[in-house]
């Protein structure tokens, strides 16, 4: 019996030891898979960790690269705007150019028709004028009245309008009569010619008196009565402009006083 038990513990202690080192192959085995998975999942993050890297400066770049062009944007929108006002700016400026000469050409309009109007008067006047000559005495008689400014005015004071108006007339075509003769002449022929309402033949004489004779002093009284025939004819521009003449030159008159409460009227 104890010959069989020893056969048997031998063979056992044969094949023990040999199990043992096919495990600690298994084992072996199984640490070198471990480790080569270990190596292989640290070889994948590092790989991951650089394209992550990678991807991260990518993002960094495009991020820089939106910035940027969100600034240009920005400051392209900034120089439209200020494009935009200026244009605008130009536009506001070029309107009121516009119609600055718009009005400016409609004043020369204006002045033009004025102008024309105390050419028109003139020609009127000395036509008149002419038809006054033929019309007085070539000779003076020592009998007839003769015509002096006083003699004028004392008839023009009593109404004899018609009278005085002769003398006025004979004063005004002398070449002997002084200059502010003719200036008082001219003046009250304007008057008597508006007193009868021939405001067209006043508005010759004061228009004449006043272009030839601006600095007359009947200036005033003359602009003040040209206006008024001005508005006897309908013709509102002109008496505004009279108006405004007289209240320019001659501010502290009472003429210009009058004026200034008639063109509110207008």
Not at 51 to 68: P, S
Not at 98 to 113: G, H, P, R, V
Not at 121 to 142: C, D, F, H, V, Y
Not at 234 to 260: F, M
Request: hydrophobic fraction near 30%; aromatic fraction near 6%; charged fraction near 35%.
């Amino acid at each position: 019996m104890k010959c069989l038990q020893l056969p048997l513990i031998l063979s056992l202690i044969l094949v023990l030891p040999a199990c043992k080192t096919q495990e600690d192959i298994r084992r072996e085995k199984t640490v070198e898979n471990l480790n080569e998975q270990v190596a292989q999942s640290q070889k994948s993050t590092a790989n991951a960790s650089s394209r992550f890297t990678a991807l991260e400066e990518e993002m960094a770049k495009l991020t820089g690269r939106i910035e940027e062009s969100t600034h240009n944007r920005q400051q392209e929108i900034k120089d439209f705007a200020l494009v935009k006002d200026r244009l605008n700016s130009l536009e506001e400026t070029n309107k009121k150019q516009t119609e600055f000469m718009k009005a400016l050409n409609e004043k020369i309009q204006d002045q033009s028709k004025y102008i024309e109007q105390v050419i028109a008067s003139i020609s009127s006047l000395n036509e008149q004028k002419e038809q006054a000559k033929k019309k007085a005495s070539k000779e003076e008689s020592s009998s007839s009245e003769v015509a002096t400014i006083k003699g004028a005015m004392a008839k023009y004071k009593e109404k004899e309008l018609e009278g005085s108006k002769e003398m006025f007339l004979t004063i005004l075509d002398s070449k002997k009569s002084k200059k502010k003769d003719k200036e008082t002449s001219s003046y009250y022929l304007g008057m008597i010619e508006y007193k009868e309402k021939n405001y067209e033949e006043a508005k010759v004489y004061f228009s004449k008196l006043f272009s030839e004779n601006p600095d007359s002093t009947y200036g005033a009284s003359t602009l003040l009565n040209l206006a008024k025939s001005f508005i006897q004819l309908k013709s509102k521009e002109e008496a505004r402009q009279s108006l405004d003449e007289l209240i320019t030159r001659y501010p502290k008159s009472k003429e210009a006083q009058e004026g200034a409460k008639l063109k509110t009227k207008i």
